[in-house]
């Protein structure tokens, strides 16, 4: 059997496409699996660094306004219908799954011209424009949101990698803590956003690092491999452990006890599965899906949340630092993200994905 899988751009589209590849896999040893990507998105560096293939088609953004930029999107389009078209053929696919992104609209129609089954998985409450386009063209729609708004759309949850979804952040903690270079026995902030980093939550964490110091919390920052920060906290006791990127989140997750960090689909996805609360910032731009996500955390009580706005080194201060102090707090507000995640996202939809081809 061979299934193509098509989501690129962030971590969320293709972090999901990659936890689904490794279940077929898992499944079924002897699947042939393709990826298809652009050369814009982090597809090129996650997808090879996990040993599958990758093929590279045209990226084509739709513009979310009439602009003269809009009349070469029918060609542009065209083109990339024409190389997803090829690599279908080229290696026989018998299903495509789509995950949004660039690289899905092209996907989705190329696999309608061809006659293949379709499937569409989509992370967010709000779905994107190629989700939207993709949802039209098949009855076979999964969401990781239980309020997705598409029509005869199945939730199952999000795909997730199994390191993430068999942590045992208890038994963990102490080896992730000595990974990163922390004491074991201090209360650990994880601050993150997302595969890029968050300015807003890089600066805010860093003006709060002498007030966090002297409250006795060690923190572990992630800043994203692409900022910069003008003034890194000195050398001292407790530890602020400052690096642009980490590959071993699980063991992130498993060395703190509260996070900092922005709600994409993904994020929520993850804490919630490994029932780790946190402090969600959502990203204030795109169409309010963030906040969406971190909503329903913090209903059910494994989270706070504050409008990007509101956020600061005394937002902080106030809000996230008696949490880290108050162990039973944070051990219920553990077990209710937790009471939200799923962690089977990614075996369930390799079946039907196996019985769609099939």
């Excluded at 061979?2 to 689904?20: D, N, S």
């Excluded at 409450?125 to 029509?151: D, I, M, S, Y």
């Excluded at 937790?338 to 962690?343: D, E, Q, S, V």
Aim: net charge neutral.
């Amino acid at each position: 059997m061979r299934v193509v899988l098509a989501g690129g751009g962030t971590a969320g589209h293709i972090e999901p496409a990659l936890a689904l590849a490794d279940a077929l896999r898992h499944l079924d040893p002897g699947i042939g699996i393709t990826c298809v990507g652009t050369e814009r998105g982090l597809e090129t560096r996650l997808v090879p660094a996990r040993g599958y293939e990758l093929e590279l088609v045209p990226a084509v953004p739709l513009p979310r306004a009439i602009t003269p930029s809009l009349l070469t999107v029918p060609g542009r389009l065209a083109g990339a219908i024409n190389a997803v078209v090829n690599v279908l053929e080229r290696v026989q696919a018998d299903v495509l799954v789509g995950f949004g992104g660039y690289v899905a609209t092209p996907a989705y129609l190329a696999a309608k011209r061809r006659g293949l089954p379709i499937v569409v998985h989509e992370a967010n409450p709000r779905a994107g424009l190629a989700n939207r386009l993709g949802a039209r063209l098949t009855e076979h729609v999964f969401t990781g949101h239980p309020e997705a708004a598409l029509p005869k759309a199945d939730y199952i949850g999000t795909p997730l990698r199994r390191e993430i979804v068999s942590l045992d952040r208890l038994s963990m903690g102490d080896k992730a803590r000595s990974w990163f270079g922390l004491e074991t026995d201090r209360p650990t902030l994880l601050v993150f956003g997302g595969s890029q980093g968050a300015r807003s939550i890089n600066e805010a964490a860093l003006a709060a690092a002498p007030a966090l110091r002297r409250a006795g919390v060690q923190v572990l920052h992630v800043i994203g491999p692409k900022n910069l920060v003008e003034h890194e906290p000195p050398p001292g006791d407790p530890q602020y452990v400052l690096l642009p990127y980490v590959d071993r989140m699980d063991l992130a997750y498993a060395a703190a006890d509260v996070a900092l960090c922005r709600s994409g689909a993904l994020t929520c996805a993850e804490l919630t599965a490994v029932g780790l609360p946190a402090a969600y910032v959502p990203l204030p731009h795109g169409n309010g899906e963030q906040a969406l996500n971190a909503e329903r955390i913090v209903r059910g009580g494994g989270g706070l949340m504050a409008d990007d706005s509101e956020l600061s080194p005394d937002w902080i201060i106030r809000n996230v630092l008696p949490m880290l102090h108050d162990p039973e707090r944070v051990a219920a507000m553990s077990e209710a993200a937790a009471r939200l995640g799923r962690k089977d996202a990614d075996i369930i939809l390799a079946r039907k994905v196996l019985e769609i081809a099939r």
